[in-house]
Nanobody
């Protein structure tokens, strides 16, 4: 599956952004999806994930209550709505996909497919 992410940019602290990731290729419905991020000098982490059917989600503690992941199955697109952004949210955000039969989102970086990344910068 190929992933195309978009929606990053520069925003002030407290602002909002919405990232989009469109998946293309065969059997995209079999893939659990996630959003990861990597800040300079830090390891990549998964901040939000969604089950392949969109029925359950995972959030890292650092974004819980501020970020929302959702899936439009008809458009093969996953969104990450980011509200109340903080300077520490500054990072390159990556869309990720993993083919799985598990009935749960994938909360780790063990994804097989990654998009190209989109930069999110939050100014103080």
């Amino acid at each position: 599956v190929q992933l195309q992410a978009s929606g990053g940019g520069l925003v002030q602290s407290g602002g909002s952004l919405r990232l989009s990731c469109t998946a293309s290729g065969p059997s995209t419905s079999r893939y659990a999806m996630g959003w990861g991020r990597q800040a300079p000098g830090k390891e990549r982490e998964i901040v939000a994930a969604i089950h392949r059917n969109g029925g359950s989600t995972f959030y890292a503690d650092s974004v819980k209550g501020r970020f929302t992941i959702s899936k439009d199955k008809g458009k093969n697109t996953v969104y990450l709505q980011m509200n109340s952004l903080k300077p520490e949210d500054t990072a390159i955000y990556y869309c990720a996909a993993k083919q799985t039969i598990l009935s749960a989102p994938v909360p780790t970086t063990s994804y097989s497919n990654w998009g190209q990344g989109t930069l999110v910068t939050v100014s103080s």
